[in-house]
């Protein structure tokens, strides 16, 4: 009689798989909007991961700058000296929160991120990690958004152009509110993975 019944699946913690990943790659910044980090599950769990992976610097703006007041002279220095920059936010009204969208305005500026014949983001790796309410089939043309979310972050792959950084391939996870237990701990292992990847690929 043949025995059908499955192995259970095993599920290791983000932070063995960040151990095991180990190495001397480029610097990650991981640039943190979200408003409420602290009733967070899914981003606050991804940062815990991607925090424990080595030559990553999680950088939350709103712990930084409650009151929205940014030094930009710091953090265009902390920007030259990452080799990855991303951006890791909840998606509010098909855009990205409101102190990131400042952070941006504030801190790439003509002269420093794009123009000149030398821009200190050139040869950077930008990427977005985007978290979602609805599930993926939403985000397609004949979802209820009616758009795919390749669309609703174009003006971040835009702004990868224009600053002559290289877009990375965005880590959506659609779903957030319903995504927990096992499912939320394979999604922090893969964002591990996914960073690791980015910064190796950066160092070639």
Known sequence: MTDTTQSPILVRPAETVATELRAS?????LVVAHPRLDRSTVNARLVDAAAGLAGVEVHDLYDAYPDYQIDVAAEQERLRQHDVIGLQFPLFWYSVPALL???????????????????SLAGKVLFCTASTGGDAHSYREDG???????????????????CRMRWAEPYLLHDAPRLQGEKLEHAAGDYVRYLDALMREAAR
């Open 25 to 29: 790659p480029p610097r990650c910044l």
């Open 101 to 119: 969208k400042e952070w941006l305005d504030l801190v790439w500026l003509h002269g420093f991120a794009y123009g000149g014949r030398a821009p």
């Open 144 to 162: 209820r958004n009616g758009h795919s979310m390749d669309e609703f972050l174009r003006p971040l792959e835009r702004t990868a152009v224009l």
